[in-house]
C-alpha cells in the first residue's frame, strides 16, 4: 500500500469525523452510580441512552487512568489501568461495548508531554542520575553560581501554567526536573526515543482494546526548544513565560508523523484532536493537513483569549468584531486545507453561557444562539457536558470554593504581591476559574440534582432546580431540543460539512453574521449578540427574510428588514 492509500482511510475528503459531533464528558463530575460523590464509568453508561438521543458520535472522556489527582487526572500514574474512584477495567470495557451499541464512538485523553511524579518512570527517573530512565524527563543542575533552594538558582526563569516556577528542586540527586504544569506533573523527555517508544506502545494497547482515537493533551508542547534557556522579561514574581520555547517546537511535526506511522496508519475510523495552545493558522494548516499525516484537528486558543485581560483570569467584555474576524480567519485558512475543531466550552473554560451570552434574562436565548454560530460552522463541533442544558458558571463567593489546581495556586502567588486585594481575586476566579465548568452536571431538579446520592466532591450550582436535563428533556423548547437539532442538521445537511464560508458585516458590534455556500445553495447564519432589537444590515435582507427558515430561537416572523430580537439567531437557506 502507497503511503497515500494508508491516509484516505482515515482523512480523506468523506472522513466519518467531519460530519460528527463530539460530547465531552468529564468523569469526575458527570454521573455518580456508586453515591461517594464522585462520578464515576457507570455513571456515564447509565446516561448513554441519554447521550444517544442527544444524537452525539463521540465521546471524549477527560482522564480516568490511575492518579494522585493533583490536577484531576491530568497527572497520571498508571496509563493501562483506571483510578479506582471511576471503577475498574472491566468498566471501562462495559462502556466501550456499550457506547458502540449505540453508534457512539469512545475517545480517550491522551496526556504524555508529563507524567505523574508517582509514575513508575518518574520514580525510577528521579532515584539516581544513573538511573536508565534519568533521561526520561528533564533534569538540569543548579544554575551556575547559585545555590540549590535559593530564588534565581533554577536552571531557566519560566513560569509554570500553575504559577511559579517550571523547576523543582528534588532532594536526592540536588537537580532540578521540569514541570510545565504542577510540580507533581514532571515532563516527559520526547526526545528519548524510548519514551516515545513506550507512549506508541500504550497507545496502540487502548486502540487495541477498542477505543476510538485519542484527544491529545498539550500536544504541541512536547518538543522544547535546545539548549533551555531563560526567556527575556520576567514578571514581579521573577519569572517569565517560556511560551516561546516550549509551543509548536523544533521536532513536533516530526514526533506527530512518526506517532501517526506507529499508531494511526492502518488504522480505519480512528479520531485524533490535538490540543494546542499558541497554535497559529499555518502551524495548523499542518498539523491537520491529511497529506502530512498528523492529527485531524487541533484545539486552538485563539477565539478563547480575546476577552482576556491580564491573564487568563481577568474576563474583559468581548469584542463581537475580533470574536468574527478570528474565527472568520480560521475558518478561511483552513477550508480545503485542513480541519478545524469548533468549540465554546470545556473543562478548563467559564461556562460559554455566562461568558459571552447573557446568563440572566437571556440564558435560553444566548445558549441556543452561542450554539448555532458555533455549529454552522466548518468543522467538528465539541459539546461540553451540561452545555446542551446551558448550563451556567457557579456563584463563587469566597476563596475557600475554589478546588482547581490552577486557581489555588494563582491565589497564593497573588497574595504575594504588593497590593493584593483579595476581594477583587475571587471575582477574577469567579469568572475565569476552571470550577465554573466542573460543578456535577444537573440532571434533575432535586438537592444534589440527580448527579449523586451522597455528597458530591464540588457543590451543584443552585440554579439546578430550573436548569436541569429532567426539565430540558421535557420541554420541546428547550437548549437540550436545539441541540439536538443543531446536531441533527450536520449530520444531513453537507453544505454545514462541505461547504465556503463568508464573513458578512465584519465591524458590526452586535451582529454576527455569515453564510455558507455548496453547489446552487447557500446558507444564512445570523446571531444578535446583544440586548436589544438590532437590524440586519445586509443588501439583500429583503430576499433572505422570504427564504426557508432552518432553525431559529424565536418564534418564525415575516419581517421584510431582518430585524433581530435580543440573542435571537436565524438560519436561512435558499437556492442560488
Ligand atoms: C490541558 C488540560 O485540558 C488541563 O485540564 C490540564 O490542567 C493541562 N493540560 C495539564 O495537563
Redesign the pocket.
Known amino acids: 500500500m502507497t503511503m497515500l492509500q494508508a491516509h484516505t482511510s482515515v482523512s480523506s475528503q468523506d472522513a466519518w469525523w467531519k460530519s460528527a459531533v463530539v460530547y465531552q464528558v468529564y468523569p469526575r463530575s458527570f454521573a455518580d452510580a456508586n453515591g461517594d460523590g464522585m462520578g464515576d464509568v457507570q455513571g456515564i453508561i447509565s446516561k448513554l441512552d441519554y447521550l444517544a438521543q442527544l444524537g452525539i458520535d463521540v465521546l471524549w472522556l477527560s482522564p480516568i487512568f490511575t492518579s494522585p489527582q493533583d490536577?484531576n487526572g491530568?497527572d497520571i500514574s498508571d496509563y493501562q489501568d483506571i483510578d479506582p474512584m471511576f471503577g475498574t477495567m472491566a468498566d471501562v470495557d462495559e462502556l466501550i461495548a456499550q457506547a458502540h451499541q449505540r453508534g457512539i464512538k469512545i475517545v480517550m485523553d491522551l496526556?504524555v508531554n508529563h507524567t505523574s511524579d508517582e509514575h513508575p518512570w518518574f520514580i525510577e527517573s528521579r532515584s539516581s542520575k544513573d538511573n536508565p530512565k534519568r533521561d526520561w524527563y528533564w533534569w538540569r543542575p543548579v544554575r551556575e553560581g547559585k545555590t540549590a533552594g535559593e530564588p534565581g538558582a533554577e536552571p531557566t526563569n519560566w513560569r509554570s501554567f500553575f504559577s511559579g516556577s517550571v523547576w523543582e528542586l528534588d532532594e536526592t540527586t540536588g537537580e532540578y526536573y521540569l514541570h510545565l504544569?504542577s510540580k507533581k506533573?514532571p515532563d516527559l523527555n520526547w526526545e528519548n526515543p524510548e519514551v516515545r517508544a513506550a507512549v506508541y506502545e500504550m497507545m496502540n494497547w487502548w486502540l487495541d482494546r477498542g477505543i476510538d482515537g485519542f484527544r491529545m493533551?498539550?500536544i504541541n508542547l512536547i518538543s522544547k526548544v535546545l539548549p533551555l534557556r531563560d526567556a527575556d522579561i520576567g514578571g514581579p514574581d521573577g519569572f517569565a513565560p517560556g511560551f516561546q520555547f516550549v509551543m509548536n517546537g523544533p521536532r513536533i511535526h516530526e514526533f506527530l508523523k512518526e506517532m501517526y506511522e506507529e499508531v494511526f496508519a492502518g488504522r480505519d475510523r480512528v479520531i485524533t484532536v490535538g490540543?494546542m495552545p499558541g497554535a497559529t493558522t499555518d502551524e495548523a494548516r499542518r498539523y491537520t493537513n491529511p497529506g502530512e499525516s498528523e492529527l485531524d484537528m487541533v484545539f486552538q486558543f485563539d477565539h478563547m483569549s480575546l476577552d482576556r485581560g491580564l491573564d487568563r483570569f481577568h474576563i474583559l467584555d468581548l469584542d463581537l468584531r475580533a470574536l468574527k474576524a478570528t474565527l472568520a480567519h480560521w475558518q478561511t485558512e483552513l477550508h480545503g486545507i485542513g480541519w478545524n475543531s469548533l468549540y465554546w466550552n470545556n473543562?478548563?473554560q467559564p461556562r460559554a453561557v455566562s461568558r459571552f451570552g447573557n446568563d440572566r434574562e437571556y440564558r435560553v436565548e444566548s445558549a441556543k444562539l452561542l450554539g448555532t454560530i458555533l455549529h454552522m460552522l466548518q468543522g467538528t463541533p465539541y459539546v461540553y457536558q451540561g452545555e446542551e442544558l446551558g448550563m451556567t458558571n457557579y456563584p463563587f463567593v469566597s476563596l475557600d470554593e475554589f478546588e482547581d489546581i490552577e486557581s489555588v495556586n494563582y491565589a497564593k502567588a497573588a497574595a504575594q504581591q504588593p497590593g493584593y486585594d483579595e476581594a477583587a481575586l475571587i471575582l477574577a476566579l469567579a469568572a475565569g476559574g476552571r470550577d465554573n465548568a466542573r460543578t456535577p452536571v444537573q440532571w434533575d431538579g432535586t438537592p444534589q440534582a440527580g448527579f449523586t446520592s451522597g455528597t458530591p466532591w464540588l457543590p451543584v450550582n443552585p440554579n439546578a432546580g430550573t436548569i436541569n436535563a429532567e426539565a430540558a428533556v421535557a420541554n420541546s423548547d428547550s437548549v437540550f431540543h436545539y441541540y439536538r437539532k443543531l446536531i441533527d442538521l450536520r449530520h444531513t445537511m453537507p453544505i454545514i460539512v462541505y461547504g465556503d464560508f463568508e464573513l458578512l458585516l465584519e465591524e458590526d458590534e452586535r451582529v454576527f453574521a455569515y453564510t455558507r455556500s455548496y453547489g446552487n445553495e447557500q446558507l444564512l447564519v445570523l446571531g444578535n449578540f446583544s440586548d436589544d432589537v438590532t437590524a440586519v444590515d445586509i443588501p439583500d435582507a429583503g430576499v433572505w427574510s422570504a427564504a426557508e427558515l432552518v432553525i431559529g430561537n424565536y418564534p418564525p416572523v415575516t419581517d421584510a428588514g431582518l430585524h433581530l430580537q435580543p440573542w435571537e439567531t436565524r438560519v436561512y437557506r435558499r437556492s442560488v
Request: charged content about 40%; cysteine-free; hydrophobic content about 30%.
Open positions: 490536577d491530568y496526556v504544569f506533573q493533551d498539550v490540543e473543562h478548563d
